[in-house]
T-cell receptor, first 110, second 114 residues
């Protein structure tokens, strides 16, 4: 069974702080995607990382794919209340399916 | 960007009735669509993979006779919850796969079975 362990599952911080979310697995993924989901809505794709060691930046968000393509991290710099939401990592396996992490509920207090 | 729609967004039904949920890729063709179920404050659980023109592939523990999936065209997949019961109440989300192996998600359907 392929698992993707995401941590932390809950995070409450003050505006302006930095944070990092981790996703780890013993399995190798062909790519890894990060999503953000608001209550009552579907997940919205933030980024896809494909190459081992790849780093992508999206404004204050930095995504990294591990060299072995088994793990990934999301770092947010100077978090803002608008960053509040559920963040999901998902690894793509060879069948095309996505294996989702447990999700990280982020709350940024003003 | 790739847009996926779902209809209805919210449905309330009586126990024992069947409910059909539609998933459409609006600006691209999707040979593969996926159906997920999500419980409050939890991650997504894959129910089945739907391929256009063929039978869906169900995940372990998902009853295929309970959750009927039809992928009639490259832009439409439907999920029918048959003889719904209160325990079927959940947030159902579909996604559509692109040629670039990315998945784009619909806005979800909130099903409440009374």
């Amino acid at each position: 069974t392929q698992l993707l362990e995401q941590s932390p599952q809950f995070l409450s911080i003050q505006e302006g702080e930095n944070l990092t979310v981790y996703c780890n697995s013993s399995s190798v993924f062909s790519s890894l995607q990060w999503y953000r989901q608001e209550p009552g809505e579907g997940p919205v794709l933030l980024v896809t990382v494909v190459t081992g060691g790849e780093v992508k930046k999206l404004k204050r968000l930095t995504f990294q794919f591990g060299d072995a393509r088994k793990d990934s991290s999301l770092h947010i710099t100077a978090a803002q209340p608008g960053d509040t939401g559920l963040y999901l990592c998902a690894g793509r396996v060879w069948t095309g399916k996505l294996i989702f992490g447990q999700g990280t509920t982020l709350q940024v207090k003003p | 960007g790739a847009v996926v729609s779902q209809h209805p967004s919210r449905v309330i039904c009586k126990s024992g009735t069947s409910v059909k949920i539609e998933c459409r890729s609006l600006d691209f063709q999707a040979t593969t669509m996926f159906w997920y179920r999500q419980f409050p404050k939890q991650s997504l659980m894959l129910m089945a993979t739907s391929n256009e023109g063929s039978k869906a592939t169900y995940e372990q523990g998902v009853e295929k006779d309970k959750f009927l999936i039809n992928h009639a065209s490259l832009t439409l997949s439907t999920l029918t919850v048959t003889s719904a019961h209160p325990e079927d109440s959940s947030f159902y989300i579909c996604s559509a796969g692109t040629d670039y192996n990315e998945q784009f998600f619909g806005p979800g359907t909130r099903l409440t079975v009374l």
